[in-house]
C-alpha cells in the first residue's frame, strides 16, 4: 500500500538535546511537508521541499532543519535552539508542490515530549 | 493571514446537521477540507476552486461563495464516525503561494 510512514510515534527528548523525526513516503510525489500542530491549533509549516536537494523554510523555521537527499525521504531535525518543542509532528506529501490545489497526504505523526 | 473557522467546537447527536465555516478577509484561490481524528491523521476532504462552487458527496459536502472569501463545509445527517477536527486550509488569490490552514472546529457526535 502506497502512504507514508512516520517514526518514532512517541519520543522523549531532554533538553539540550537534538533529535530526529524521520518521514519516508512510497507514493512517488515530488513535494513533502513538515508541520508542526500544537493543541487547539491549526497545523504550521515548519520546512518544505519541492524537489530533492532543495528545501525552503516555511512560517515556523528556527531550531529545525532538514534534509532532502532522496525523493522518497524528509528527515526534520529538532535542534536544542528550539525552545518550546513539545508537540505533534506531522510529514504529508504531495503530487505537485504547489498547495494551493494539490491534495496534500499525511503520515500518523510524531508526539515529541521534552522532559 | 490564517482562516478563521467557526464555530471552535460542536456537540451533534446521531442524525443532526452541522455547518462549519471558514472565513478569510482576502479573497482565496482555493479553500481546502481535512478531517482528523483524534491522535491520527488528518484526511483530505475536498478542494473548491471556483466561486460560486459547491461540491462532495451525499452526506458531507462544501460550498465556496462568489466573493471567494468564505466557505462552508455541511454534515448533513450525521454519523459517529463524523466525530473528529475538521480543518480548512487556504490559499491567497493574490499570492497562492501563501497557504495556511484554519484552526479547526472540533465535532463530537454522539448516540
Known amino acids: 500500500d502506497g502512504g507514508i510512514t512516520q517514526s518514532p510515534k512517541y519520543l522523549f527528548r531532554k533538553e539540550g538535546q537534538n533529535v530526529t523525526l524521520s518521514c519516508e513516503q512510497n507514493?512517488?510525489?515530488?513535494?513533502m511537508y513538515w508541520y508542526r500542530q500544537d493543541p487547539g491549533q491549526g497545523l504550521r509549516l515548519i520546512y518544505y521541499s519541492q524537489i530533492v536537494n532543495d528545501f525552503q523554510k516555511g512560517d515556523i523555521a528556527e531550531g529545525y532543519s532538514v534534509s532532502r537527499e532522496k525523493k522518497e525521504s524528509f528527515p526534520l531535525t529538532v535542534t536544542s535552539a528550539q525552545k518550546n518543542p513539545t508537540a505533534f509532528y506531522l510529514c504529508?506529501?504531495?503530487?505537485?508542490?504547489?498547495?494551493?490545489?494539490?491534495?496534500?497526504?499525511f503520515g500518523p505523526g510524531t508526539r515529541l515530549t521534552v522532559l | 493571514q490564517q482562516p478563521v473557522q467557526s464555530p471552535q467546537a460542536v456537540i451533534l447527536r446521531e442524525g443532526e446537521d452541522a455547518v462549519i465555516n471558514c472565513s478569510s478577509s482576502?479573497?482565496?484561490?482555493?479553500v481546502h477540507w481535512y478531517r482528523q481524528k483524534h491522535g491520527e491523521a488528518p484526511v483530505f476532504l475536498m478542494i473548491l476552486l471556483k466561486g460560486g462552487e459547491q461540491k462532495g458527496h451525499e452526506k458531507i459536502s462544501a460550498s465556496f461563495n462568489e466573493k471567494k472569501q468564505q466557505s462552508s463545509l455541511y454534515l448533513t445527517a450525521s454519523q459517529l464516525s463524523y466525530s473528529g477536527t475538521y480543518f480548512c486550509?487556504?490559499?491567497?488569490?493574490?499570492?497562492?503561494?501563501?497557504?495556511?490552514f484554519g484552526s479547526g472546529t472540533k465535532l463530537n457526535v454522539k448516540p
Open positions: 486550509g487556504t490559499a491567497w488569490y493574490d499570492n497562492f503561494n501563501k497557504f495556511y
Open positions: 482576502k479573497a482565496l484561490y482555493s
Open positions: 504529508a506529501s504531495s503530487i505537485g508542490g504547489d498547495r494551493a490545489y494539490n491534495e496534500q497526504f
Open positions: 507514493l512517488n510525489h515530488d513535494a
